[in-house]
C-alpha cells in the first residue's frame, strides 16, 4: 500500500506549478491527497508564500495546522518549502522546531529526495496537476530583473530566467495529452520572457507555438509587466483565435509621483497610452488590473487620480492591495510607512466600491450575447462555466442551470472540461446566468 501524502499550497498559481513538479517525481510513492481533505496522511507538504503580511501569516498559520495535526497523530512527518522559508530560512526552524525538514523556493531536488526519490531529469517538464484536468498553468520564466520599491520577489526568486522555448512546447504537448485544452501562461514578468535567452522580447513568437499544439483551444496571460510591453502580442491576441482576448496587466497606480516612488519605470500619460493600444487594436478585450492604495508619498490627490482613472478606464477587472513594508525592499529603507492603517482600508474600500459598479455595468452588458464556454465543474444542478474572459480562480463564473429538455440523455458530469455555446440571461457585479444553447 501507498504511503499518503498531502500538499498545501499558498499565494500564487506559480507556487501551484512548483508543486505539481515536486509532485510528478514522487507520485509513484505516494498516493497525492488532495488538499483540503480532512484525513489521516503520512506526510504534509507545503509551499508557503512570503509576498507581503497576509500572505506570510496564512503560510504560518498553515505550518501551524500541520504541526497540530502532527501532535494529534494525524501525520508523522511535516515539510515546508517555498518563498516564505526562504525568505525566513534563518529564524523558522527555531520558531516552529516541529516541521521536519525545512527548504527555500527553488529546492526542488532536496524536497523530492526528502519524499525519499530521486530528481529525474526526464520529468523535468512533467507535472502531476492539481487543477481540473481541463486547464493548467505553464510558468514562462522564473524570477524577476524589476526593482519596483515594495517588492520582495527578487530577492526570493532570484534574477529573471526564462524556460527555453522547446521545453515550454514540449511541456504544452504533454500537458494536452492529459486533457489540458486551456493554457494559462504565467511568469514573474511574462513579458520579460526570451531577453536572456534570445536577446528579444519572444512572448508573442512563444503564444504561437504554443496555440499550434494539438488540443490546446485557449491560451491566456497573466502578470504582465506594463513597462516596454511587446505590442505584437496584442496582433497575437487580435488575430490568434487560441489566444483569449484578456490580459492581466498590474498597473499599481497612475500618479506620476506614486509611480516614481514604486520604480515602475512609466508614467501615467504612458499608461493611459498604453490602454488605449490594447483596446483599439484588440476590440472586445477584456483588461484585469491590480493596484496598491496607501503606498508611501500617495497624498489625496493621488488617490483621487487613481479614482479618476478607474473611472475613466473602466477596467472589467480589478484588484487592490494595501501598502505593505517589507523588509529588505527600497520602500522599506527609503520611505517611512506613515499612512495609516484606517486610511488605507478607507481608500481600499473607496477604490473597490467604485469598482464594483464598473464590474456590475461590463457584466449586465453581456446579457442578451452568446459566447463560447468552457464547463469547469457541475455542482448541485448547476454548471460552472467560464468563457474566454474569465480566468480561473480569480474571476467571477457564469453559471448554467441543468435543463434535462435540452440535454436529453447527456450525463452532465461527462460536459466537464468540454467546450459548449451559452446564451447570457443575468449578471451581478461577480457572476453572469446563462442558459444552454448548444452543446
Known amino acids: ?183 494559462i501562461i504565467i511568469a514573474q514578468d511574462p513579458t520579460y520572457y526570451g531577453l536572456d535567452l534570445y536577446r528579444r522580447r519572444a512572448l508573442a513568437e512563444l503564444l504561437q507555438k504554443l496555440s499550434e499544439v494539438e488540443g490546446i483551444e485557449w491560451i491566456r496571460i497573466h502578470y504582465s509587466y506594463p513597462a516596454a510591453f511587446p505590442e505584437d502580442v496584442l496582433d497575437q491576441m487580435a488575430n490568434n483565435p487560441k489566444v483569449c482576448r484578456y490580459m492581466d496587466i498590474p498597473l ?17 500619460a504612458w499608461t493611459r497610452e498604453l490602454i488605449g493600444k490594447m483596446r483599439e487594436r484588440v476590440p472586445g478585450v477584456v483588461l484585469r488590473t491590480t493596484m496598491i492604495v496607501g503606498h508611501p508619498g500617495e497624498g489625496k490627490r493621488d488617490f483621487n487620480e487613481l479614482l479618476e482613472f478607474a473611472k475613466e478606464a473602466r477596467f472589467e477587472r480589478l484588484g487592490a492591495f494595501k501598502y505593505s513594508e517589507e523588509e529588505g525592499t527600497y520602500g522599506a529603507e527609503n520611505f517611512k510607512d506613515s499612512i495609516s492603517a484606517k486610511v488605507k482600508q478607507e481608500r481600499l474600500d473607496h477604490l473597490m466600491t467604485l469598482q464594483s459598479g464598473i464590474s456590475l455595468d461590463f457584466n449586465q452588458s453581456r446579457v442578451g450575447t452568446q459566447v463560447k464556454v468552457v464547463v469547469d465543474d457541475f455542482v448541485d444542478g448547476v454548471f460552472v462555466c467560464r468563457s474566454e474572459f474569465e480566468s480561473p480562480e480569480v474571476d467571477g463564473e457564469i453559471l448554467v442551470k441543468y435543463d434535462a429538455q435540452v440535454m436529453g440523455p447527456v450525463d452532465p458530469y461527462s460536459l466537464i472540461g468540454e467546450f459548449v455555446t451559452v446564451q447570457i440571461t443575468g449578471a451581478d457585479e461577480y457572476d453572469l446566468i446563462a442558459e444552454l444553447v448548444e452543446i
Open 252 to 268: 499599481q497606480h497612475i500618479s506620476d509621483k506614486v509611480l516614481d516612488n514604486m520604480h515602475r519605470h512609466v508614467t501615467g
Open 1 to 183: 500500500m501507498k504511503r499518503k501524502l498531502q500538499t498545501v499550497t499558498l499565494g500564487c498559481s506559480k507556487n501551484k506549478v512548483d508543486t505539481e513538479h515536486i509532485l510528478s517525481h514522487v507520485e509513484d510513492l505516494y498516493e497525492i491527497i488532495p488538499e483540503g481533505e480532512d484525513i489521516p496522511v503520512d506526510v504534509i507538504l507545503i509551499n508557503t508564500c512570503g509576498f507581503i503580511g497576509d500572505a506570510k501569516e496564512e503560510s504560518v498559520q498553515a505550518v501551524l495546522d500541520a504541526v497540530e495535526r502532527k501532535k494529534a497523530g494525524e501525520t508523522e512527518k511535516v515539510v515546508v518549502f517555498g518563498c516564505l522559508s526562504q525568505r525566513y530560512a534563518d529564524e523558522l526552524p527555531g520558531l516552529i522546531p516541529e516541521v521536519d525538514a525545512w527548504f527555500g523556493a527553488r529546492d526542488f531536488d532536496p524536497v523530492i529526495r526528502e519524499l525519499g526519490a530521486e530528481p529525474d531529469p526526464e520529468k523535468r517538464n512533467q507535472r502531476y496537476l492539481t487543477t481540473p484536468s481541463h486547464y493548467a498553468y505553464l510558468k514562462i520564466s522564473e524570477g524577476c530583473d524589476r526593482r519596483c520599491s515594495y517588492c520582495a520577489i527578487p530577492f526570493i526568486r532570484g534574477a529573471h530566467k526564462s524556460v527555453p522555448m522547446e521545453d515550454l512546447v514540449q511541456e504544452a504537448e504533454r500537458l494536452a495529452a492529459q486533457g489540458v485544452r486551456e493554457l
